[in-house]
Structures are given as structure tokens and as C-alpha cells.
């Protein structure tokens, strides 16, 4: 059984920072891939930001290209992402997900709410 724990989310006014952070837990031999996903009110959940464990490669939607960076940290199972110049249009509930294997579903964390307002 894998455990994923997500935090980090919290009230930022526009252009301001924030890191979310997810760990993973429990029966992991390797760990494939971590992502970022988020979902706002009457909206699909989208794949923000994501991270091949091997090799560290990332993906970015369009939209956060140049503002948010994901990281990780093998030892630790765990991964970030490091959000600068918010925008409103940021606020969401934000999920990660973790994947032991490619074909995967993954485990979701339970999610962290942005809300970016001033």
C-alpha cells in the first residue's frame, strides 16, 4: 500500500509564492512518476506539472510555463512545486499523484486548496 500526503496550499495574493510539497510512503521499490494535478470549481482536473523519477525529466501545462517548477528528491520520495507569480486564475484544488509503473493509475493524495485573491 502506497500513502501519498499532500500540503503546502494557502491564501496568496496575486503575484506572491507558495510550495506544495507531496511525499509518498509505504510499500515503494521505485517510483516512476509524480505529478501535479489540479481542479477548480465546475472544471476538469488538469495535469499541471509532472516529473519522470529517472532521468528528472518535466512537463508543464502551457499555462504555468515560466512560473511554477517542479522538483524532487529521490531519498525522500518526495516532490515540489515551487509556484511564483500567481494568478487567480491558479486557485484550485491542487492533487498529487504518484506512480510505481507507467501503466498506472497511481495513488492521489488527498489535495491542497490554492486560493489566490487579493
Known amino acids: 500500500q502506497v500513502h501519498v500526503v499532500d ?5 496568496v495574493q496575486p503575484g506572491g509564492s507558495l510550495r506544495l510539497s507531496c511525499r509518498a510512503s509505504g510499500s515503494i521499490f521505485s517510483i516512476y512518476f509524480m505529478g501535479w494535478y489540479r481542479q477548480a ?3 476538469q482536473r488538469e495535469l499541471v506539472a509532472s516529473i519522470f523519477f529517472s532521468g ?11 512560473r511554477f517548477t517542479i522538483s524532487r528528491d529521490n531519498a525522500k520520495n518526495t516532490v515540489y512545486l515551487q509556484m511564483n507569480s500567481l494568478e487567480p486564475e491558479d ?11 507507467a501503466a498506472s493509475s497511481g495513488y492521489w ?7 489566490v485573491s487579493s
Not at 528528472?56 to 515560466?66: A, I, L, P
Not at 486557485?91 to 509503473?101: F, K, S
Open 7 to 11: 500540503s503546502g496550499g494557502g491564501l
Open 91 to 101: 486557485t484550485a484544488m491542487y492533487y498529487c499523484n504518484v506512480r510505481l509503473r
Open 109 to 115: 493524495g488527498q489535495g491542497t486548496q490554492v486560493t
Open 56 to 66: 528528472g525529466s518535466t512537463n508543464y501545462v502551457d499555462s504555468v510555463k515560466g
Open 41 to 43: 470549481p465546475g472544471k
